[in-house]
Structure formats: C-alpha cells, structure tokens
C-alpha cells in the first residue's frame, strides 16, 4: 500500500491529526480519491493546495501515474508567487 507523508497543518486538521498514513490505490488519481473516501474534502484540498513527490521525483501532473505497493507520495504545500 502507498504511504503518504504530509506536511501541512490542514492536510492534518483534515485527516483527524494524521501526517502519515498508507492509502490503498495504485494510481495517483486513486489515492486522491481514496483520500476523499476516507476523509471527506480532502481529496480536493491535496488537488488544489499541495504538491507532490512520488519515490522522491516531483510531479506537475501526477494524476494517471501509477503507484506501487512500496511507493512513497510526499505531500507539501504548494509555493506561490509571481
């Protein structure tokens, strides 16, 4: 199963004081969803507000990629700015 590591306050406030957790998906559109299923709101806040890393290579546009059982997906805010 993926293991997610968050670091964000609202990811935690959101996920019941949780930053780490291991989600069962085998994609990254997967784990988002699964996400929401388990915490409702918080699939969309990880699309709209967080970054990501998976196996330690950072993603634009994770979402089709796929996920295996020991894969890492680091979850970070994103950076604005102009």
Known sequence: MPHVVAADADFRARAGGLAELDIEADTYAGLIDALDRRFPGLGDHVRRRMAVAIDGVIHQ?????PLSPTSE???I???GGG
């Open 61 to 65: 546009d994770p979402g089709p990629l």
């Open 73 to 75: 997906v680091c979850l």
């Open 77 to 79: 805010p994103r950076i």
